[in-house]
T-cell receptor, first 110, second 115 residues
Framework: QKEVEQNSGPLSVPEGAIASLNCTYS??????FFWYRQYSGKSPELIMF????GDKEDGRFTAQLNKASQYVSLLIRDSQPSDSATYLC??????????FGTGTRLTVIP | EAEVAQSPRYKITEKSQAVAFWCDPI?????LYWYRQILGQGPELLVQ????????DSQLPKDRFSAERLKGVDSTLKIQPAELGDSAMYLC?????????????FGNGTRLTVT
């Protein structure tokens, strides 16, 4: 069983809509959760991290964590064409083992 | 804003040849990571350094891959001999903290093509 599972997509949403990206993980002891954005041919860049259950908002982005259900999600409000990218979920298992999912490809249609 | 520097950006090599990649982390970042990302997949950790010491190299194919960070600053990843399956993006990342809980900053990567 993979450590981190993501729907590979593609996920298509119209401009201005809310994009919802989901991630599940297997290690119940995981404490730190990250969302990275990766444009085609570029390296990942950190957009959100969350350590506690509940919601964390940063501008148009909201990360949601539910440790009991072992899922973390990312909501992008007012989606823009520039948000079109692959979104990688990363989970820290143990002190140093950061596992990445395969990513969800998001396309925002103008 | 400080960046992680990597070179070269692209490398094409024939199988059985040797290749080397270089990474200079953000100044002051003690932890350095080398990841491999195959097209369509997420990054997979190859090796993690804390200063000049290896913290985790459990996923590094040690028969052909080697990595060093001699002075605890920049780092080199080497593959010898290269195989077709090594074609991938090799990403270097650094972080300020000593554990994976600290967000990683990635370089632009080296895209390796083995022919």
């Amino acid at each position: 069983q993979k450590e981190v599972e993501q729907n590979s997509g593609p996920l298509s949403v119209p401009e201005g809509a809310i994009a919802s990206l989901n991630c599940t993980y297997s290690d119940r002891g995981s404490q730190s959760f990250f969302w990275y954005r990766q444009y085609s041919g570029k390296s990942p860049e950190l957009i959100m991290f969350i350590y506690s259950n509940g919601d964390k908002e940063d501008g148009r982005f909201t990360a949601q964590l539910n440790k009991a259900s072992q899922y973390v999600s990312l909501l992008i409000r007012d989606s823009q064409p520039s948000d079109s990218a692959t979104y990688l979920c990363a989970i820290l298992a143990g002190a140093n083992n950061l596992f990445f999912g395969t990513g969800t490809r998001l396309t925002v249609i103008p | 804003e400080a960046e992680v520097a990597q070179s070269p950006r692209y490398k094409i090599t024939e199988k059985s040849q040797a290749v080397a990649f270089w990474c200079d982390p953000i100044s002051g970042h003690a932890t350095l990571y080398w990841y491999r990302q195959i097209l369509g997949q997420g990054p997979e950790l190859l090796v993690q350094f804390q200063d000049e010491s290896v913290v985790d190299d459990s996923q590094l194919p040690k028969d052909r891959f080697s990595a060093e960070r001699l002075k605890g600053v920049d780092s080199t990843l080497k593959i010898q001999p290269a195989e077709l399956g090594d074609s991938a993006m090799y990403l270097c990342a650094s972080s300020l903290g000593v554990t994976g809980a600290t967000p990683l900053h990635f370089g632009n990567g080296t895209r390796l093509t083995v022919t």
